[in-house]
């Protein structure tokens, strides 16, 4: 019985603490469920005019602005997927950048071009496009609440300087919905913005 205990003693003592935490796995939790819930508040009952409004023929609709963040919840998911799944290089936090500089990255004002791959089709009409972001979200809120990998262990698999944790993606991901709901509050405040008394269904 004693070589037992000694055995399970050592395993354990080997077995590295996790650096993402209980309140690490809450924060991204709270964050990805609030910027859901702020984005339906958004735009759950628009008419298609609203929807489809643009406030220049450059910009995107609040329709196309919702369709680009659907998009990105598959990109953002395809990257935790892969980098969830590589070999866990926690040595890496110690020269990577802090959490801080991403949440600040991702909301700073200057504008961000979209790759192509993330721009929108425009071809999925109104309320569609926020069942299809919603799907992929709450996906994504599933897997944060049971996955038992250390996201701050786990990076991408890109060749950067200062690549992501997880965690750090995460931030990227609802701090991406936060920036664009920056911008579907301004497409609101144009002065040719559709009113719903107004607009045709």
């Known amino acids: 019985m004693l070589f037992f205990l000694l055995i399970s003693s050592s395993l354990l003592a080997q077995t590295p603490a996790k650096l993402w935490t209980e309140t690490d796995r809450q924060y991204t939790l709270d964050n990805l469920k609030r910027t859901r819930d702020e984005l339906t508040r958004e735009t759950e009952n628009l008419t298609p005019a609203q929807w489809a409004f643009h406030e220049s023929p450059d910009r995107w609709s609040i329709g196309e602005v919702v369709e680009h963040l659907a998009l990105w919840e598959i990109i953002w998911a395809r990257e935790v997927s892969m980098g969830s799944r590589s070999k866990p290089q926690s040595e890496l936090n110690q020269t990577s950048k802090p959490d801080g500089y991403y949440a600040e990255w991702i909301m700073e004002p200057t504008p961000h071009k979209s790759p192509d791959f993330s721009r929108p089709t425009g071809f999925i009409e109104g309320k569609n496009n926020l069942l299809f972001f919603t799907k992929l979200r709450n996906q994504t809120i599933d897997f ?58």
């Open 144 to 201: 944060v609440s049971t996955t038992t990998t250390d996201m701050r262990a786990q990076f991408e698999l890109t060749g950067t300087d200062s690549p992501r944790n997880m965690h750090q993606v995460y931030i990227f991901q609802w701090g991406h919905v936060d920036r664009h709901l920056r911008q579907i509050r301004k497409i609101k405040q144009h002065p040719n913005y559709p009113p719903a008394s107004l607009s045709t269904k």
